[in-house]
């Protein structure tokens, strides 16, 4: 298994708070993504980093901020948490690409973050 | 943009048989690729198989095969002697060649009866 890991697991906050999400990874893999998953929805990406301090925004972005300033972490920042932010919120990782682009390499996921917004 | 679609939300089959599961997508690209992720109860995702568009020979991974129709742009899951170990929610996901990025389906929660 990939070498990921997320903390906490689970989180319950309430609206109006900050809340951040951390992944971690040991396999020095270049691209981090951060989803959320939803029923009805599967998986929808949040943001992505392709490198130290160089990230890109995903289909579902407002209200997210990531930042990554080593290649082992990658942190997802709800600023003011909402009750539509309750979601199980998966990071994942990737090696291959070109720069900002990510190839179709296989991506690696870790095991979730439960978060629910009162 | 592409689109993902698992028109099935719940499946069930019995242990031993054989289930399909079905994904359909839409894109105007001709090279991306295709994969199936598993999640269990546990909620980690798995992967299951994953084929290259620009292959026409299907994917199989022991137990599990797609059937992938490039031009109706379909790329169905096929289980063979179920097991109970099977039983989890299966996403079909397309990954872009152009921008990296994956777009899951809704899923289809796969139930294997003893």
């Known amino acids: 298994d990939a070498g990921i890991t997320q903390s906490p697991r689970h989180k319950v906050t309430e609206t109006g708070t900050p809340v951040t999400l951390r992944c971690h990874q040991t396999?020095?893999?270049?691209?981090m993504y951060w989803y959320r998953q939803d029923p009805g929805h599967g998986l929808r990406l949040i943001h992505y980093?392709?490198?130290?301090?160089?990230?890109d925004k995903g289909e579902v972005s407002d209200g997210y901020s990531v930042s990554r300033s080593k290649t082992e972490d990658f942190l997802l920042t709800l600023e003011s948490a909402t009750s539509s932010q309750t979601s199980v919120y998966f990071c994942?990782?990737?090696?291959?690409?070109?720069?900002?682009?990510?190839?179709?390499?296989?991506?690696?996921f870790g095991p979730g973050t439960r978060l629910t917004v009162l | 943009a592409q689109t993902v679609t698992q028109s099935q939300p719940e499946m069930s089959v019995q242990e031993a048989e054989t289930v399909t599961l079905s994904c359909t997508y839409d894109t105007s690209e001709s090279d991306y690729y295709l994969f199936w992720y598993k999640q269990p109860p546990s909620r980690q995702m798995i992967l299951v198989i994953r084929q290259e568009a620009y292959k026409q020979q299907n994917a199989t991974e022991n137990r599990f095969s797609v059937n992938f129709q490039k031009a109706a742009k379909s790329f169905s899951l096929k289980i063979s002697d179920s097991q109970l170990g099977d039983a989890a929610m299966y996403f079909c996901?397309?990954?872009?060649?152009?921008?990296?990025?994956?777009?899951f389906g809704q899923g289809t929660t796969l139930q294997v009866k003893p």
């Open positions: 996901a397309y990954g872009s060649s152009n921008t990296g990025k994956l777009i």
């Open positions: 396999e020095n893999h270049r691209y």
């Open positions: 994942a990782i990737s090696d291959l690409g070109t720069g900002r682009v990510p190839s179709t390499d296989t991506q690696y």
């Open positions: 980093s392709y490198g130290v301090k160089d990230t």
